[in-house]
T-cell receptor, first 114, second 115 residues
Framework: AQSVTQLGSHVSVSEGALVLLRCNYS??????LFWYVQYPNQGLQLLLKYTTGATLVKGINGFEAEFKKSETSFHLTKPSAHMSDAAEYFCAFLGSGGYQKVTFGTGTKLQVIP | DTAVSQTPKYLVTQMGNDKSIKCEQN?????MYWYKQDSKKFLKIMFSYNNKELIINETVPNRFSPKSPDKAHLNLHINSLELGDSAVYFC??????????????FGPGTRLTVL
């Protein structure tokens, strides 16, 4: 079955430290992959997406993610955490070829410690 | 100039009641969705409509009935509310289906509490 797995339901980093949120996918065909962010009491907002082409994808707010086929991973990174980055982050997956629904991971809550 | 709006934002009701949540998008998108997010933040799709036609209907109790009067609106009616229906319900829209179903634009959510 095609899916995404987010490792770590909670991640804490110090302000200014590297942010690394992990996402692995399971698919027999090249997928489309996404990261969404959900701030408290708000809906989800797209951070970045990978469809085809360049494997390093840059998104909003200084985030980026790299598609690594050999590792079936799409980890989200940011060089320096800011207090405003504290939120829930969701990795999402769309299988390519034909209509399928977007499947969301279970989410990772990022805490930024001053 | 809100892209995807939902009403109400909060809904508190008794078990057994019937309630509706409304959703409107002004993005000109063809496809709309309802998601349920539980207390553990798990996000699960419930329904998807493309141009007023139902295209995804996950294993949702038939107490839940979506209605799309036009492609800019997708409402969710829930009959005989149960405690387990308490969750945050998100409406979303996208340009279309397939690869065009991303990105999805989400509404602010409706927090439903069933007492």
């Amino acid at each position: 079955a095609q899916s995404v797995t987010q490792l770590g339901s909670h991640v804490s980093v110090s302000e200014g430290a590297l942010v690394l949120l992990r996402c692995n996918y399971s698919s027999s065909v090249p997928p489309y992959l996404f990261w969404y962010v959900q701030y408290p009491n708000q809906g989800l907002q797209l951070l970045l997406k990978y469809t085809t082409g360049a494997t390093l994808v840059k998104g909003i707010n200084g985030f980026e993610a790299e598609f690594k086929k050999s590792e079936t991973s799409f980890h989200l990174t940011k060089p320096s955490a800011h207090m405003s980055d504290a939120a829930e982050y969701f990795c999402a997956f769309l299988g390519s070829g034909g209509y399928q629904k977007v499947t969301f991971g279970t989410g990772t809550k990022l805490q930024v410690i001053p | 100039d809100t892209a995807v709006s939902q009403t109400p934002k909060y809904l508190v009701t008794q078990m057994g009641n019937d309630k509706s949540i409304k959703c409107e998008q002004n993005l000109g998108h063809d496809t709309m969705y309802w998601y349920k997010q539980d207390s553990k933040k798990f996000l699960k799709i419930m329904f998807s409509y493309n141009n007023k036609e139902l295209i995804i209907n996950e294993t949702v109790p038939n107490r839940f009935s979506p209605k799309s009067p036009d492609k800019a609106h997708l409402n969710l009616h829930i009959n005989s509310l149960e405690l387990g229906d308490s969750a945050v319900y998100f409406c979303a829209s996208s340009l279309g289906q397939g690869a065009s179903q991303t990105p999805q634009y989400f509404g602010p959510g409706t927090r439903l509490t069933v007492l």
